[in-house]
């Protein structure tokens, strides 16, 4: 792929092979759509594709033997800690060796969005393209959505309220809404600084539909806490705010709007139900995820080391009989057992120690690799910041994705107001 695709009036982008770009884009798909596709629990294509992307990152000419260094001592260091509380040793290899090849997705992507950040937007068209195609299939098929779980996910949020909720090929509706999250912040970038064109604004429409199909009232509930948040940054920082008074109004009318909605004329409808739901306490998913979680990592904590956790792969041989009584399941059931949530799953594996190094890594790299210079790297970072207390889990590359992106120095606000991508 040469140029020609890739234009900017400020930005002097490089020259990709063709080859380059089509293996990135192919990756991309996979990551997006077909990650976990008809692989067991806990197995991803990402994980598969691991010697792949070992590879590739040698023909980048960057050398892992520091990483394995690092973590081979990090790992014993933690495996003889660990061990003195017992230990299933291969279960404890086992998701050790998964959180290496997440390091190395990781790194992969690292190098991938610092050298390659100019086919981000162009492989993203092609992703929103295709997923839009797969939305409207899947909308015809709705009416039998009962029969066709391939494309549409069901729980019961409440004792009489049960909905539909688009994932496609996702394992379910709130992975399938997160994995869109740091692309609408993209597009919202664009619209933030008044330079989101004809072709962008049917791009996000598509996004805004996918994401209200998914009914992920949490991950669409983190949106507007984040925006809300990065416009009060804005404006108190008097950053980014002088040519968005108006959006600004817009903003908070919407969400006033909304607000009045839902506690008024819409509180009978679904949507306005499960809202209500949340707040009150009586939304199934919702309390697994925030409440459950953290009761159940310190239950399972308790039981070996407050400090250290219980190590790495332990979670489902240690928490099964707790998570099985707390939800009074079947214990003869074969149910994978997890928390879904990636600060309980920390604190229950690495204890209270593993949760204080996340937040201190988390809030130095923010202050070291200045994301707040960004406003899209500011929204990546303020919404998986908040994600991980109520979602995601320790191998979610989702995670990982938003991680580097909002601490790789790319996209600044230049970016945004310029062309950047031939998409008008």
Known sequence: MDNSALTSATFNFPKIKKKTFFNLTV????YFFFNSFLL??????TILLTPIMIVWLNSE????????????????????????????SKAYLVSSTVYLTCIIFSIAF???????????????????KFNFIWVII???S????????????????????????????????SEYSALLAPIFFFYFAYFYHSNLGKKRFWLSVT??????????????????????LLLLYDNVGKKRIKNNSKLIVLYFTVVVFILIFILGPGSNTGIAKRVLAIFSGNDSSSNGRAVDSYTLAEIILFKKNVWFGIGPGQLKIIGKDVINDYYQYDNSDDKVVRLPCNMAEVLATFGYLGVISKLLIEIYLFFKTKVSASS?????????????????????TLEYVMWVMAFSKVFPDEYFKKIAYNNE
């Open 61 to 88: 000419r960057i050398s892992l033997v520091r990483v394995f260094g690092c973590f081979g001592i990090l790992f014993i260091l933690l495996y003889c800690i660990h061990n003195l509380s017992g230990i299933d």
């Open 207 to 228: 996004i805004i539909i996918s994401l209200l199909c998914s009914l992920s009232f949490g991950v669409i509930g983190l949106i507007i806490l984040t925006i809300t």
């Open 142 to 173: 709705f009416p039998i959505w009962k029969q066709n779980n391939i494309f549409w996910y069901s729980n019961e949020i409440t004792e009489s309220l049960k909905f539909p909720r688009l994932k496609l090929f996702t394992t379910e509706s």
């Open 376 to 396: 899209f790297r500011l929204s990546i970072f303020l919404f998986i910041f908040f994600f991980q207390f109520v979602g995601s889990n320790l191998v979610n």
């Open 110 to 128: 690292y190098v991938y969005i610092n050298k390659y950040y100019f086919t981000f937007e162009p492989i993203v068209v092609k992703l929103l």
């Open 27 to 30: 990756i991309a798909f996979i």
């Open 40 to 45: 067991p629990s806990g197995l991803l294509y």
């Open 138 to 140: 899947a909308l015809i």
